[in-house]
């Protein structure tokens, strides 16, 4: 499945961080942490009831039993990357004079560069001599060098097991001789609520072994603004850089979640910390292993989120789901019956709330199993079964398969302003967001065209454009466009079924 965004001109949505904070990964430079230092004023000590201090005793040694529980789990991730950055020789035409330090010929060439940072990381599995690290794609997928310190600051060499940066997820393993070494008892995040108390541990701005105290603040966060397709935990426990990797954990002391990236206006914590749940990792830790590499499942459909506006131009009223925009001709969504302007509502008997829920279920059913969609075409319930195939980078980016290649949106008095439209008696949709190589982009479409017809049936609202593009009786389709005062037809697009 590829999950795409658009900018529909009725109003797609985009997940944005508002008030100015900016999301930023939990991965810290070494030595990166400003000093400042605290005074103040005592004051008369106050006697403390004995009851209240029997109590905040009780969650005192609480706390001490979790982090002596887990600290021994968690370790610091320390890595170091080599990138190449081009150079330029502004001396390249007068080689006699100054040289020519980048070799014959002047003009550029690469010079490499090493970068140090630290993260966090939890072991959660051994297999003989071999420990296994979990952590975050963007602090060990693109290291050179991997060190693993332990709570007793042992360190080890690390090497990459896996990464997968859809999920932000990375794995790691490290040898030792030592069966006593600690592994962190995962727990379940799908029974974690808002209000639940919570740890994180990890090494922030390189403060090596760090406890942080808080509750949750909430539950099925998008990640779409970091560009991931989990959702996640929301947390006040304070996270800072270097926490990436590290555990949240609950007050059992099992890992309920990976921290790994914060909302700040400062870049520092502000109480807007987010992990991934733990129940979204499990079976990724036994494919790393197994394969070194996440196997997402594949339907071939693009999706996108949609405002209520949309959903009414749709014909779906105001039901929660997934809006397949585009298909991939040819693939398991078309060969099960679904069709671009469907609104999938649920997946095996169980609701979707959104584009990230979906690609992430899709996601998980291993290829060959079968999916059960309930979609809304219009005003119809459809259920479809689907067979799901691998999801290969090769395949899912494949524009030129991607059907129809555009997304219809409605053509409003607001959009008839923006596309400059004379003639207000035109009726029909706008084409927005038209995929390079697709076949909208062979039939010599653009943003803004207004398609007024399909095959020769007039269209007047996006619910009959999808109606009309119907894949299923259509072995070939045409558009008619108005463009400046004329009509003019498409080519044919011949669909090879």
């Given at each position: 499945?590829?999950p795409?965004v658009?900018?529909?001109?009725a109003g797609?949505?985009t997940?944005v961080?508002?008030?100015?904070l900016?999301?930023?990964s939990c991965k810290?430079?070494?030595?990166?942490?400003?000093?400042a230092?605290?005074?103040?004023?005592?004051?008369a000590?106050?006697?403390?009831p004995?009851d209240?201090?029997a109590?905040t005793?009780?969650?005192q040694?609480?706390?001490r039993?979790i982090s002596?529980?887990v600290?021994?789990?968690?370790?610091?991730?320390d890595?170091?990357?080599k990138t190449?950055?081009?150079?330029y020789?502004?001396?390249k035409?007068f080689p006699f004079?100054?040289g020519n330090p980048?070799g014959?010929?002047?003009?550029?060439g690469?010079?490499?560069y090493?970068?140090k940072g630290?993260?966090?990381?939890?072991?959660?599995r051994?297999?003989?001599?071999?420990?296994?690290?979990?952590?975050?794609?963007h602090?060990a997928g693109k290291a050179?060098t991997?060190?693993?310190?332990l709570?007793?600051?042992?360190?080890?060499?690390g090497?990459?097991?896996?990464?997968?940066?859809r999920?932000d997820i990375?794995?790691?393993s490290?040898?030792s001789?030592?069966k006593?070494?600690?592994?962190a008892k995962?727990g379940d995040s799908?029974?974690?609520q808002?209000?639940?108390?919570?740890l994180a541990?990890?090494?922030?701005?390189g403060?090596?072994?760090s406890v942080?105290?808080?509750i949750?603040s909430?539950?099925g966060?998008s990640?779409g603004?970091?560009?991931s397709?989990?959702d996640?935990?929301?947390?006040?426990?304070?996270?800072?850089q270097?926490?990436?990797?590290?555990?949240?954990?609950?007050i059992?002391?099992e890992?309920i979640g990976?921290?790994?990236w914060?909302?700040s206006?400062s870049?520092g914590?502000?109480?807007?910390g987010?992990s991934?749940?733990?129940?979204?990792?499990k079976?990724?830790?036994?494919?790393?292993?197994?394969?070194g590499?996440?196997?997402?499942?594949w339907m071939?459909v693009?999706?996108?989120?949609?405002?209520?506006e949309y959903k009414?131009?749709?014909?779906?009223?105001t039901e929660?789901?997934a809006?397949?925009?585009?298909?991939?001709l040819?693939?398991?969504a078309?060969?099960g019956?679904?069709?671009?302007?469907d609104?999938?509502v649920a997946?095996?008997g169980?609701?979707?709330?959104?584009?990230?829920?979906?690609?992430?279920?899709?996601g998980n059913i291993p290829?060959?199993?079968t999916?059960l969609l309930?979609?809304l075409?219009?005003?119809n319930?459809l259920?479809?079964s689907?067979?799901?195939?691998?999801?290969t980078?090769?395949v899912?980016?494949?524009?030129?398969?991607?059907?129809?290649g555009f997304?219809?949106?409605?053509?409003?008095?607001?959009v008839?302003?923006k596309i400059?439209?004379e003639?207000k008696?035109?009726?029909g949709?706008v084409?927005?967001g038209?995929?390079e190589?697709?076949?909208a982009?062979?039939?010599?479409l653009?943003d803004?065209?207004v398609?007024t017809?399909?095959?020769?049936?007039?269209v007047?609202?996006?619910?009959?454009?999808y109606?009309?593009?119907?894949t299923s009786?259509?072995k070939?389709?045409?558009?008619d466009?108005y463009?400046a005062g004329h009509?003019i037809s498409?080519?044919h697009?011949?669909?090879?079924?």
């Amino acid at each position: 499945m590829k999950p795409v965004v658009k900018n529909i001109l009725a109003g797609a949505l985009t997940a944005v961080v508002s008030f100015g904070l900016l999301a930023i990964s939990c991965k810290a430079n070494k030595g990166s942490a400003n000093v400042a230092f605290a005074q103040g004023t005592p004051k008369a000590a106050v006697p403390i009831p004995a009851d209240s201090l029997a109590t905040t005793q009780a969650l005192q040694n609480t706390f001490r039993s979790i982090s002596s529980q887990v600290l021994p789990a968690v370790v610091e991730v320390d890595v170091t990357e080599k990138t190449k950055v081009k150079t330029y020789n502004p001396f390249k035409d007068f080689p006699f004079f100054f040289g020519n330090p980048e070799g014959e010929g002047g003009g550029s060439g690469e010079r490499e560069y090493e970068n140090k940072g630290l993260g966090s990381g939890v072991i959660v599995r051994r297999t003989g001599k071999t420990n296994y690290v979990l952590t975050n794609n963007h602090v060990a997928g693109k290291a050179t060098t991997i060190k693993i310190k332990l709570n007793d600051e042992r360190e080890f060499e690390g090497k990459l097991v896996g990464a997968d940066e859809r999920m932000d997820i990375a794995l790691v393993s490290f040898e030792s001789d030592d069966k006593n070494i600690t592994i962190a008892k995962l727990g379940d995040s799908d029974s974690v609520q808002q209000g639940d108390i919570v740890l994180a541990l990890g090494s922030p701005l390189g403060y090596f072994a760090s406890v942080t105290q808080g509750i949750v603040s909430a539950t099925g966060r998008s990640g779409g603004q970091i560009g991931s397709i989990s959702d996640f935990i929301q947390t006040d426990a304070a996270i800072n850089q270097g926490n990436s990797g590290g555990p949240l954990v609950n007050i059992w002391g099992e890992v309920i979640g990976i921290n790994t990236w914060i909302a700040s206006q400062s870049g520092g914590s502000q109480g807007l910390g987010f992990s991934i749940p733990i129940n979204n990792i499990k079976t990724a830790i036994d494919q790393f292993i197994s394969k070194g590499k996440i196997t997402y499942g594949w339907m071939g459909v693009s999706l996108v989120d949609v405002s209520d506006e949309y959903k009414k131009e749709l014909g779906v009223g105001t039901e929660s789901g997934a809006f397949a925009g585009e298909i991939f001709l040819n693939s398991p969504a078309m060969k099960g019956g679904l069709q671009a302007g469907d609104f999938i509502v649920a997946i095996n008997g169980h609701d979707v709330k959104g584009v990230d829920q979906l690609v992430r279920e899709v996601g998980n059913i291993p290829a060959g199993q079968t999916a059960l969609l309930t979609v809304l075409r219009g005003k119809n319930k459809l259920d479809l079964s689907v067979k799901i195939e691998e999801r290969t980078e090769k395949v899912s980016s494949d524009n030129s398969l991607l059907w129809p290649g555009f997304i219809a949106s409605p053509l409003t008095d607001e959009v008839k302003k923006k596309i400059k439209l004379e003639d207000k008696k035109v009726k029909g949709v706008v084409v927005s967001g038209v995929q390079e190589k697709s076949p909208a982009a062979a039939l010599r479409l653009q943003d803004g065209d207004v398609i007024t017809a399909v095959n020769d049936k007039k269209v007047e609202s996006v619910e009959e454009f999808y109606e009309a593009l119907d894949t299923s009786r259509n072995k070939e389709v045409w558009f008619d466009v108005y463009s400046a005062g004329h009509t003019i037809s498409t080519g044919h697009y011949k669909l090879n079924k």
